[in-house]
């Protein structure tokens, strides 16, 4: 089992930053590959940005150059640095943890981008 908490969303005026963090019950290391996906209303829920075992990380094409993941194995913890955000960026933002074949989620944490 993997344990998954997120943290970090927020209201934000269009052009804003956040940070969210994602932290799991077992060190990242025992993950075989983490990442940030985000559904917004109406729509299907899509990958933001991943990141494996070994760091090598990858990207939805709406999010390079605005987001950057990352993680803290000291803490267990994996993040999604959000830069220039927009309206569209609007969605709960999930974390999921691949471990041995099985998929965990977090409960989600909502990102308004508004004026």
């Known amino acids: 089992q993997v344990q998954l908490v997120e943290s970090g969303g927020d209201l934000v005026q269009p052009g804003g930053s956040l940070r969210l963090s994602c932290a799991a019950s077992r060190s990242i290391f025992e993950i075989t590959f983490m990442g940030w996906y985000r559904q917004a209303p109406g729509k299907q829920r899509e990958l933001v940005a991943g990141?494996?075992?070994?760091?090598?990380?990858n990207y939805a094409d709406f999010a390079k150059g605005r987001f950057t993941i990352s993680r803290d194995s000291a803490k267990n913890t994996m993040y999604l640095q959000m830069t220039s955000l927009k309206p569209d960026d609007t969605a709960v933002y999930s974390c999921?943890?691949?471990?041995?074949?099985?998929?965990?989620w977090g409960q989600g944490t909502q990102v308004t981008v508004s004026s």
């Open positions: 990141i494996s075992t070994s760091g090598s990380t």
């Open positions: 999921n943890a691949l471990r041995w074949g099985r998929y965990f």
